[in-house]
């Protein structure tokens, strides 16, 4: 019964160590959803100003963008996966790459072929064991994603999508050269990429699966097309509003050639905000499951520890008593 007693005390030492750890990062995980939240917040105003100014301009210009127009012949589809750097986040990865497999599925049924794109540890872990073929991945900063970060995956998500399942630009016809002085946009790099290298794996359409943050409970995984990009539609009383506030200078043509490609990337940095508060809550729902499973096992080894030590103080009375007894029968026969 010792024996017994202290393996039992050995594991509820165990226990109450794995608990203080889940619970520092129960702790961790709240902090961050606060700051992950307040960063949400921050993207949301410029996302919103910057999908009304492209609804100005694509309601107001009668001009076509690569970005705007769909392909009529979809060979490829490119699917943005993003998942988290670590675990011990309960089933928020699972639960987006179940989303993402039925995206893909979508994609093969209709006869298309899936380039994947994955941003997290875990995504790029599932896929390779799989030996699924990467087109790029990211890893790093699912907790704590930057602007950078954001751009430059767009980075090369747009010229994939420029360069189309075809390999060529015909898609960009309509739009004049840039100047020397003017900056390389998403269009110029596409070009500059496909002339220097045959990296660039173009796609018909881009689709982002990531997780949406709803509140510290429900966080849903969610997905979107990223291109051609599905503006909102101005609708015919803001319509004049919009032609009214809007002075396009530089040209329309000009304007929609810079501000989409920097649409596309605040979707994408907006989607990995969301992802990264989720993934936050998702760990400390998770860390504080795990703690509170810690105490009712500490609770049920306690009381195994108690009753085999009741036990073994029971066992000694007896042993106790019963010397006694045998010592008190030997002096009554002599």
Request: charge should be negative.
């Given at each position: 019964?010792g024996?017994?007693?202290?393996?039992?005390?050995?594991?509820?030492?165990?226990?109450?160590?794995?608990?203080?750890?889940?619970?520092?990062?129960?702790?961790?995980?709240?902090?961050?959803i606060?700051?992950?939240?307040?960063?949400?917040?921050a993207?949301?105003?410029?996302?919103?100003?910057?999908?009304?100014?492209?609804?100005?301009?694509?309601?107001?210009?009668?001009?076509?963008?690569?970005?705007?127009?769909?392909?009529?012949?979809?060979?490829?589809?490119?699917?943005?996966?993003?998942?988290?750097?670590?675990?011990?986040?309960?089933?928020?990865?699972?639960n987006?790459?179940?989303l993402?497999?039925?995206?893909?599925?979508?994609?093969?049924?209709?006869?298309?072929?899936?380039?994947?794109?994955?941003?997290?540890?875990?995504?790029?872990?599932?896929?390779?064991?799989?030996?699924?073929?990467?087109?790029?991945?990211?890893?790093?900063?699912?907790e704590?994603?930057?602007?950078?970060?954001?751009?430059?995956?767009?980075?090369?998500?747009?010229?994939?999508?420029?360069?189309?399942?075809?390999g060529?630009?015909?898609?960009?016809?309509?739009?004049?050269?840039?100047?020397?002085?003017?900056p390389?946009?998403?269009?110029?790099?596409?070009?500059?990429?496909?002339?220097t290298?045959?990296?660039?794996?173009?796609?018909?359409?881009?689709?982002?699966?990531?997780?949406?943050f709803r509140n510290?409970?429900?966080?849903?995984?969610?997905?979107?097309?990223?291109?051609?990009?599905?503006?909102?539609?101005?609708?015919?009383?803001?319509?004049?509003?919009?032609?009214?506030?809007?002075?396009?200078?530089?040209?329309?043509?000009?304007?929609?050639?810079t501000?989409?490609?920097?649409?596309?990337?605040?979707?994408?940095?907006?989607?990995m905000?969301?992802?990264?508060?989720?993934?936050?809550?998702?760990r400390?729902?998770?860390?504080?499951?795990?703690?509170d499973?810690?105490?009712?096992?500490?609770?049920?080894?306690?009381?195994?520890?108690?009753?085999?030590?009741?036990?073994?103080?029971?066992?000694?009375?007896?042993?106790?008593?019963?010397?006694?007894?045998?010592?008190?029968?030997?002096?009554?026969?002599?």
């Amino acid at each position: 019964m010792g024996a017994q007693a202290r393996v039992l005390r050995r594991r509820i030492k165990t226990v109450q160590s794995t608990k203080k750890i889940t619970k520092a990062m129960e702790l961790i995980a709240a902090s961050r959803i606060v700051k992950a939240q307040q960063r949400v917040a921050a993207a949301a105003p410029y996302t919103t100003e910057i999908t009304k100014v492209l609804t100005a301009l694509a309601s107001n210009a009668s001009v076509e963008h690569p970005l705007l127009t769909p392909r009529q012949n979809v060979q490829r589809a490119g699917v943005l996966v993003i998942t988290s750097d670590r675990g011990l986040a309960g089933a928020y990865n699972a639960n987006v790459l179940r989303l993402a497999e039925q995206v893909i599925a979508g994609i093969v049924e209709r006869g298309a072929e899936p380039v994947l794109f994955v941003v997290g540890r875990k995504g790029i872990s599932y896929y390779r064991f799989r030996g699924r073929k990467l087109a790029a991945s990211w890893s790093g900063f699912s907790e704590q994603p930057q602007y950078a970060n954001a751009k430059a995956v767009s980075e090369a998500l747009v010229p994939s999508f420029l360069v189309g399942s075809e390999g060529n630009h015909e898609h960009d016809e309509g739009f004049g050269a840039e100047s020397a002085e003017a900056p390389m946009t998403a269009a110029d790099l596409a070009a500059e990429l496909e002339r220097t290298t045959d990296a660039v794996q173009g796609v018909d359409e881009l689709h982002i699966v990531y997780t949406k943050f709803r509140n510290m409970l429900s966080q849903d995984p969610t997905t979107r097309q990223l291109a051609p990009v599905e503006l909102p539609d101005a609708g015919l009383d803001t319509g004049d509003e919009l032609r009214a506030a809007y002075e396009f200078e530089p040209a329309a043509p000009e304007l929609l050639k810079t501000l989409l490609p920097d649409y596309v990337t605040a979707v994408v940095q907006s989607a990995m905000l969301e992802a990264a508060a989720s993934e936050s809550a998702a760990r400390r729902r998770a860390m504080k499951a795990a703690s509170d499973n810690a105490q009712d096992l500490i609770r049920s080894l306690t009381r195994e520890a108690n009753q085999a030590r009741q036990a073994d103080i029971t066992q000694e009375i007896s042993e106790i008593v019963g010397g006694a007894d045998a010592l008190a029968a030997t002096g009554s026969d002599e």
